[in-house]
């Protein structure tokens, strides 16, 4: 098959954990007989530096056009001055709204060897395998009015979460279709006991529970969802919730892992291209060091061969290899113990690549 691939690598680690997955799918490319073609377009300060514009047109454009699309992380200190709606962070939000990508599929699986990197008890996270359905276009991110204001003599700031009934059914139907060939598990997050969106989200993933019988459905108030991914994650198969309650979970989710370097995304809607993300952001304090770990955004790159491309054996090769390189002991800093050797993101990559070309 022939792909073509567009690539934003954004700002901080971003290039670097990029590179290294695009060198993965070059090796699935030549291990697989596919022909992948790489693009590539700023996002973010990268792209304010360029054109004064954190989502150029031509940006948008490229994407649209891809088979699949490939993104680091966008965020630099050297633009928080700036107003929301100018910040490299706009750019990320305005190409998940461009491309109509509503769903962000965050799989949270540890590795037995990695264990010992995270600070919870090995028979707490031994065996965990959840995935976070976080709705991605709507929200509090994109509610309206979001602004600054005039109020009684002073100023004051607002943020807005609206959500209309299709935006809360199409989410809740993802989760259940993939609860359908997981665990058979949905469950729904919410802040119901005090927003009136939580409320009209739990009787619409009621509704669209009926269509999805042999799929069970439990209800958890956020506060007591983060409490319980530390407590027992294990009772978790799918959870589906709102776009900052999802973005929060996650992170936290990430540590059950050993590391927030560990976790890959996919962003995709009803039609056109996924775009695939690793959760972290650009880590400007490790950036231009070698430091990054890159599995994160290899395994974004599994899961563009598996939900865009459909190719499933490629994407195993790809899960499988990084399972290998974790056995093997390789680490990179944020996931070493004490006194074991640190690869460099090169070394970890190329691990992986190595194993992609044996498989
Ligand atoms: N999807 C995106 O583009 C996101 C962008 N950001 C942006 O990134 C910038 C930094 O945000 P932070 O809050 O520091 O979050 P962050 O996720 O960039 O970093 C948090 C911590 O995790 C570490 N870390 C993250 N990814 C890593 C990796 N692959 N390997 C090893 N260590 C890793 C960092 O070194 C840091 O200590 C901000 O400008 C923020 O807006 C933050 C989250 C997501
Ligand atoms: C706009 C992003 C910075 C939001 C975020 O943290 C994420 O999508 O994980
Ligand atoms: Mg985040």
């Known amino acids: 098959m022939t792909k073509q691939i567009t690539v934003l690598p954004g700002d901080g680690i971003g290039p670097e954990v990029v590179q290294a997955a695009e060198k993965v799918l070059r090796a699935v490319g030549e291990t697989f007989n596919h022909e992948f073609t790489f693009q590539y377009a700023p996002i973010g300060g990268e792209a304010i530096r360029k054109h004064e514009n954190p989502l150029p047109e031509a940006t948008v454009e490229a994407c649209k056009t891809a088979d699949g699309v490939l993104l680091g992380a966008v965020g630099h200190p050297d633009f928080d001055h700036l107003p929301g709606s100018e910040r490299p962070e706009a750019g990320l939000l305005g190409i998940r709204k461009a491309l109509g990508l509503f769903a962000n599929l965050r799989p949270v699986s540890g590795h037995e060897s990695l264990n010992d990197a995270s600070t919870l008890k090995r028979e707490v996270i031994d065996g965990v395998d959840l995935m976070i359905v976080r709705e991605l276009t709507g ?31 199409r989410i809740a139907r993802q989760a259940f279709e993939l609860a359908k060939v997981r665990r058979s598990h949905v469950t729904s997050v919410d802040k119901s006991n005090v927003l009136e969106t939580s409320r009209l989200w739990q009787e619409v993933v009621e509704e669209v529970a009926k269509e999805f019988p042999d799929v069970t459905l439990e209800h958890m108030l956020v506060d007591n969802a983060a409490m319980q991914l530390i407590r027992d994650p294990k009772q978790f198969d799918v959870m589906v919730t709102e776009n900052t309650f999802g973005d929060i979970l996650s992170d936290e989710a990430s540590m059950l892992t050993g590391s927030l370097g560990m976790l890959p995304s996919a962003s995709i809607g009803s039609d056109g291209p996924g775009l695939y993300e690793p959760v972290h952001g650009t880590a400007p304090d490790i950036a231009g060091q070698s430091k990054a770990n890159p599995l994160a955004t290899i395994a974004s790159a599994g899961m563009m061969l598996k939900y865009s491309f459909g190719m499933i054996d490629e994407a195993q090769a790809v899960e499988n290899a990084v399972q290998a390189v974790l056995t093997e002991g390789l680490r990179t800093g944020d996931i070493a113990g004490e006194g074991e050797a640190v690869a460099t993101t090169e070394e970890m990559t190329e691990a992986v690549v190595r194993h992609v070309k044996s498989s």
């Open 139 to 169: 929200g509090l991110y994109f509610g309206e009015p979001k602004e600054r204001r005039e109020a009684g003599g002073e100023e004051e700031a607002v943020d807005t979460l609206s959500y209309r009934r299709s935006e809360i059914e």
